[in-house]
């Protein structure tokens, strides 16, 4: 499995952005996907996550500013990120992991870096 992200770059506070995610390969159908996001020297933190089905969840900072989505017939994920503040500039990340198979698979794609200026 191969996740690519883009969409990055660099937009001014209060603007917005749209990531795209794109899953190649075979994964199951039952797969979760979400958006993480890492600043250097900090961990990896989870921004939004959905299931298969659409079920989602939000970090509460991003509440109510970012959507996210997934459209399972081309196999991409998309964060429509809104109402963006400097705190929002990290390096994002795709990830895509197994429900049902033991041991769960889990897939990283490589960063897209989102730039926020004041």
């Known amino acids: 499995v191969q996740l690519q992200a883009s969409g990055g770059g660099l937009v001014q506070s209060g603007g917005s952005l749209r990531l795209s995610c794109a899953a190649s390969?075979?994964?199951?159908?039952?797969?979760?996907m979400g958006w993480y996001r890492q600043i250097p020297g900090k961990q990896r933190d989870l921004v939004a996550a959905?299931?298969?089905?659409?079920?989602?969840n939000y970090r509460a900072a991003v509440k109510g500013r970012f959507t996210i989505s997934r459209d399972n017939t081309k196999n991409m994920m998309y964060l429509q990120m809104d109402s963006l503040t400097p705190e929002d500039t990290a390096v994002y990340y795709c990830?895509?992991?197994?429900?049902?198979?033991?041991?769960?698979?889990?897939?990283w794609g490589q960063g897209t870096l989102v730039t926020v200026s004041s």
């Open positions: 990830k895509l992991w197994t429900i049902a198979m033991a041991p769960q698979r889990l897939y």
């Open positions: 390969g075979s994964f199951p159908s039952d797969s979760a």
């Open positions: 959905i299931t298969a089905d659409g079920s989602t």
